[in-house]
């Protein structure tokens, strides 16, 4: 059986045209036109990948998005609008959507979105030997979290999987490119501060104070790195 993606749109077209394509390419499809519905779906079907519109009747889409983080920080949600200003991109991702694309787009360029966003979660690429101790900081590799003073940050998913990737080369600079490519696993089609803004709320959960960041650094006009202390 092929993996699940719940489509959830009000307009019957952009789902149907969806729908076609994601089960050419061999995925199953359920969907949903409200956000009521969407949440009875995934409740449901339990999907592998939610592709989630935000101007949604009965609770839009940013609620559905947060509900479903209360209890689900791994299933990757990918946002769907047409509007484009930076607030819904930077709000969609700091209540836990993995990924932001805007209507009008290219269905090869989504299917791209989509299969790069099913192999992150499925690959799960994390070195087992990275575990740190440093200024109370734990990356416990066996529960994908983090622990900050013995408490527990709970990362997401993605967040988990950038501090592990940047842990692994202490004092390397990555670019904002290389860590899409690495840690997104993919050329991102769209704007870089989806980085910034994972980066802002890693730091929010794993710095005393995220302002003066101790483990998460950033060199200016280059990227980010990981620092021992």
Request: aromatic share 8%; proline share 3%; charged share 30%.
């Amino acid at each position: 059986m092929g993996k699940t993606v719940l489509v959830v749109d009000d307009e019957k077209n952009i789902v149907d045209i969806l729908s076609f394509n994601l089960v050419r390419e061999g995925f199953e499809v359920v969907t949903a036109y409200d956000g009521e519905a969407a949440l009875e779906q995934y409740a449901r079907h339990h999907p592998d990948l939610i592709l989630l519109d935000i101007m949604l009747p009965l609770l839009d889409g940013f609620e559905v998005c947060r509900r479903i983080r209360t209890s689900d920080n791994t299933t990757p949600i990918i946002m769907l609008t047409a509007r484009e200003e930076e607030t819904d991109m930077v709000f969609g991702l700091d209540i836990g959507a993995d990924d932001y694309i805007t209507k009008p787009f290219s269905l090869r360029a989504l299917q791209a979105r989509i299969k790069a966003n099913i192999r992150r979660h499925d690959a799960q690429i994390i070195d087992e030997n990275v575990e740190e101790h440093t200024s109370g900081l734990l990356i416990d590799t066996e529960r994908f979290d983090a622990y900050v003073n013995g408490t527990a940050a709970e990362l997401t998913q993605r967040e988990f999987e950038l501090i592990s990737f940047l842990a692994a080369s202490p004092e390397k600079v990555f670019s904002r490119e290389e860590l899409l490519s690495n840690v997104w696993m993919y050329d991102y089609f769209g704007d870089l501060r989806a980085v910034d803004v994972a980066i802002r709320r890693l730091r929010e959960k794993i710095e005393e104070d995220p302002s003066q960041p101790k483990h998460i650094m950033t060199k200016r006009g280059v990227g980010y790195y990981y620092r021992n202390e």
